[in-house]
């Protein structure tokens, strides 16, 4: 997950999205966040001894980041209809 989370933040700097110093703060932040993580499963897991519990926190992350995902997109897309903006599907036949 640390893995994941900080070369995310690496890729989007390539892109040119971020500026160094919020890249820095990014990477930080979740470099911590996955330490963090990391030892707080590692507890509960001590503390339940049931190392199922991590499929279902995956699981659940999984799930919360699908809908939070999907809620945006699908009020960007509302918002882009209303206005009547271009939402990148052309007609085949349209030149």
């Not at 390539?14 to 911590?32: C, E, N, Q």
């Not at 707080?40 to 503390?47: A, C, D, E, Y």
């Amino acid at each position: 997950m640390m893995y994941c989370a900080s070369l995310s933040v690496v890729e989007l700097y390539l892109l040119k999205r971020f500026p160094i110093p919020y890249a820095l703060y990014l990477m930080t932040v979740s470099i911590m966040a996955g330490f963090w993580g990391q030892f707080f499963v590692r507890k509960l897991i001590t503390i339940l001894k049931r190392a199922s519990l991590i499929v279902f926190i995956l699981s659940g992350v999984i799930f919360v980041s699908a809908l939070t995902m999907g809620m945006t997109d699908i009020v960007k897309s509302i918002v882009m209809m209303e206005n009547h903006e271009f939402m990148g599907f052309l007609s085949f036949s349209s030149k």
